[in-house]
């Protein structure tokens, strides 16, 4: 066993250029994509034990693992180091950040080589298979034509989902977490509010804010803290902050007082730091309209595929529920393809594919080691 | 039985003045109250027959019945009437706009007499018993000292259940529908997005936008949008909205396009008409707090008590869940209270009290008939 993941650096790599530009499902293109990406482990000689590891809406590459001078560790650094399920060790662990994010990968913040400017909702709409067509560039940029595991949780999976239709030779097995195969009409519901609340702050400015040197704060502040409330179960709250309160007895006040609103405060001012708007509109509309298994195409690919899938859902999930696991799965076996589910006991919500209830973590280790 | 109830006045009546103030659990006062009601039925000789009828978070006194020239029937109609559940052909029904609501009663935005203007957030927090005593006020002013039944849903219900605690003789009948003795930590978080959409927007002028000839639109919009979700479930969103949307295929755009967001934003809209930001911060804010087993004088009131209560949940309902009327349930039958308690299935959501599922308008029309 090597040592923990101390330290790691972020790279980045120009993947598209105007020769040979990033053309989009939608029938645009990018002339210039870059990606920021880390990676954990050594390819093997063979390069057969590349794992690739997608994040979640507001993630970015720095998966696992410390930065130099840095305190915090990687989003996902209990799954992804030496011994653990994504086994550094053995496996060469990838972690991009993805198309229309903003953090090291190109997106509505970046520049337009047409115009010198930032794209701003001139930023070309997104899908699934744009994410997946930068990933599998990344692939190819490695050395790598095949993965051995792409794993991912909530969007993550849905960009292993993605994957594994578009290039079925090219995962052998995907690991889709709290994930689902087209959002419920309540997740479109949520989304919505989220962008309506960012587009309608005066503070926007039809997307140019950078230029106002403003961001829309009111908005994307409010869109995180409604957001968060889903990514948690109630019961979750209960136990975590109860009613406790700064007042007590018949004392009351207007402003933020019980202990979940200061929470939410801090959750939404820290992702006015963390986080750009127009990333979070890019990227939320993307997953409204994720919806695969509509393309007549999916079915054919996966008959195609020798692709193993383990979809795994938690039991306190209302965001991304077992419902929507179960339709996955179902969808999945109609196209011939071998599935191994499970539902797993947690009380955190949608969150708890970042954390590490009972049997999640063993059960990814277990289908990764066969 | 008499015809329908066309047609119906609202009815307005000052209940306290600087002489006979009202007298607020916080310790403040208000010296002038007014309140808004309507009536429908008779007042019977014995005065004996009084069904009161407490609205929800954004109701008002119009529950039943078509005012002159209008189109749209109370906001209850469906459960207020000749021959209906609270028949008024035999009850005298009262059902009066709330203190802190913004149509007709006194609050936020009403004229303070000390200075000339509204009171703004110089408004005083109110407790739930203050509403309840304006109600008990209202009932004097109508020449009855008791009521048969107080009916109530959600926040409705919590009313007639402060009442029924803060004046154990006068309530013979409680119908308690889709209510809590106390919200969930994720209730008052959601309540907490809403308020800091109102209170961040840059046209709430610390609560003096009426002086600015504005309103806190992006917030209040937000606010409702948010809110409204939560008071329908993810399958009555599923059946009714599904992810139709404008464009087809592969199209996509970052404005509203699916129905569910052309549903929402006039949602959002309409409220921005019919209700006030601040009556909306000061309503939730009392919601939060609201906790009447935590007051040790409940248990004796209660068990000094004659009130038979009925409790009535929605299996759908997420925002009060059955739990939460579980809980009630256990509370009052530890004071001693008779209580006759069932979950209806819905799949409206919370929204279901309003509505008429199976077996739920039955049961209160069996309950006050007994």
Redesign the interface.
Known sequence: MTGPLDYVETQRVVLFSEGDPLRL??GGRLDHVEVAYETYGELSPERDNVVFVCHALTGHAHAAGLHLGAKKRGWWDNIIGPGKPLDTDRFFVVAPNILGGCSGTTGPLSLNPATGEPYY?DFP?L?MSDLVAVHRKLMRHLGVERVYAGVGGSLGGMQILQWAIDAPDEIEKAVLVAASS?L???N???S??A???I????EFHGGRYVEHDTVP???Q??AR??AH?TYVS?QS??T????RRDTVG?????E?D?A??HY??HQ?DVFLDRFDALSY??LT?LL??F?PFADPWTAERLAAARTQFQVTSFDSD?RFDTRQSLRMVEQLEACGAKVDFAEIASPFGHDSFLLQPPGYHERVAAFLKD
Chains 1, 2 share one sequence.
Not at 199 to 202: G, K, Y
Not at 250 to 254: T, V
């Open positions: 499902r939608g909702l709409m899908h087209r419920s009409t309540e479109i519901a949520f919505s509010v962008r309506t609340a587009m309608s702050d005066p704060r009111l908005g502040k409010v803290m409604m409330i109630d709250l209960d975590k902050f109860g009613h018949d004392e009351m006040r207007m933020p019980f979940v609103e939410l405060q939404g509109l890019y509309r409204d309209y919806d209302w």
